[in-house]
């Protein structure tokens, strides 16, 4: 947890437009993986190879962002054309390998919570605490990011095993 912990308040310091559902968000993929974006192979292919078309390149962005659990979020800005084929195969293992249980979710939000009460977050306990209540009424879903963290950073990005 303490791997995590640290995730969260380099997170926060780094993208301080972050709303609730970012930080469960990262929280989500973190337990789960990200396999909730896989209906099937070539559908997933296909949407990655035009989800990197329409992405803006840039060289000097960080390959990779570790997000604990041996797992790293893959920036498609960075990514070149020649290892977009491998990184989707990548991001297919993982989903398939990387299973995360309800209760591991759970007991990283209340991390989530605590570091919230500390103000690390540019929102507040509150604000959490209401998505919170609405998110746990959906059934904790996987969830997309915020329209505020969408216009400020652009994320694309793909949750792949380290190593």
């Known amino acids: 947890m303490e791997e995590l912990e640290q995730i969260l308040k380099a997170q926060a310091a780094r993208y301080r437009k972050m709303q609730p559902g ?3 968000k990262l929280i989500y993929q973190n337990e789960f993986g990200g396999g909730h974006l896989i209906r099937s192979e070539q559908a997933f292919l296909a ?3 035009a989800e ?3 992405t803006e390149k840039d060289p000097a962005a960080p390959l990779y962002e570790n997000i604990g659990n041996g ?3 893959v920036n498609l800005a ?3 054309p ?3 084929d491998a990184l989707g195969q990548a991001f297919i293992r993982c989903a398939a390998e990387h299973k995360g ?3 591991g979710f759970l007991n990283k939000l209340a991390l989530l919570k605590r570091l919230s009460a500390e103000g690390l977050f540019a929102f507040d306990s509150q604000a959490l605490g209401d998505y919170l209540a609405d998110y746990q009424k959906a059934g904790y879903p996987a969830v997309s990011h915020s329209a505020e963290y969408r216009q400020a950073y652009k994320p694309a990005y793909r949750i ?3 190593g």
């Open 22 to 24: 970012d930080a469960v």
């Open 82 to 84: 020649e290892e977009l």
């Open 160 to 162: 792949v095993k380290k």
């Open 52 to 54: 990197y078309a329409a």
């Open 47 to 49: 949407y990655l190879r």
């Open 71 to 73: 797992i790293c979020r």
């Open 101 to 103: 249980t309800l209760a």
């Open 78 to 80: 960075a990514v070149k």
